[in-house]
């Protein structure tokens, strides 16, 4: 088990979320702060347990890892992938620095996208239900779209 899962966390009073974008939660943002405390090699181990436990059983969703910290883990992957950053999603300091000196996983990008579905496919998924805000859920599945594109043509 990851050393940054559910089942690992303290305090906390659930979720909060300050805008549409796929990081833009407090669950998706713990999750980067705690990969950018880790040693380099530690970050990578990190996100590629989680993503590998993800994409080998669903069910770990919410009961091991919530979906915020499996977009965050997938929006590495990508970030890494890609030398662009002008993507929305990458906006951020401690992303950017939670990403820097991961080198590019072409082999994980097959699980990070199985992972990717498991929390952001259809509209009844974890990421994508229940925004009551019709623009805000599609700009999230803009987001979500933009990743899956990185990941697909790296």
Same mark, same amino acid.
């Given at each position: 088990?990851?050393?940054?899962?559910?089942?690992?966390?303290?305090?906390?009073?659930?979720?909060?979320?300050?805008?549409?974008?796929?990081?833009?939660?407090?669950?998706?943002?713990?999750?980067?702060?705690?990969?950018?405390?880790?040693?380099?090699?530690?970050?990578?181990?990190?996100?590629?347990?989680?993503?590998?436990?993800?994409?080998?059983?669903?069910?770990?969703?919410? %009961?091991?890892?919530? &979906?915020?910290?499996?977009?965050?883990? +997938? $929006?590495? @992957? /990508?970030?890494?992938?890609?030398?662009?950053? =002008?993507?929305?999603?990458?906006?951020?300091?401690?992303?950017?620095?939670?990403? %820097?000196?991961?080198q &590019?996983?072409?082999?994980?990008?097959? +699980? $990070?996208? @199985? /992972?990717?579905?498991?929390?952001?496919?259809? =509209?009844?998924?974890?990421?994508l239900?229940?925004?009551?805000?019709?623009?805000? %859920?599609?700009?999230?599945?803009?987001?979500?779209?933009?990743?899956?594109a990185?990941? /697909?043509?790296?």
């Amino acid at each position: 088990m990851s050393p940054v899962s559910v089942a690992n966390r303290t305090g906390g009073n659930g979720m909060g979320t300050w805008g549409f974008g796929v990081l833009e939660s407090d669950s998706a943002q713990d999750f980067i702060d705690q990969v950018r405390a880790l040693p380099i090699e530690g970050r990578l181990t990190t996100v590629t347990d989680l993503l590998r436990e993800v994409a080998a059983d669903a069910s770990v969703i919410n %009961r091991e890892f919530l &979906p915020e910290e499996v977009i965050a883990a +997938v $929006a590495i @992957v /990508a970030a890494v992938a890609t030398e662009s950053r =002008d993507y929305a999603w990458m906006d951020g300091e401690n992303f950017l620095d939670a990403i %820097r000196g991961i080198q &590019p996983q072409g082999q994980l990008h097959d +699980v $990070a996208l @199985v /992972a990717l579905r498991e929390v952001a496919e259809g =509209d009844n998924s974890f990421l994508l239900a229940g925004w009551k805000n019709d623009s805000d %859920r599609t700009a999230m599945a803009r987001q979500v779209d933009e990743i899956k594109a990185v990941l /697909a043509s790296a």
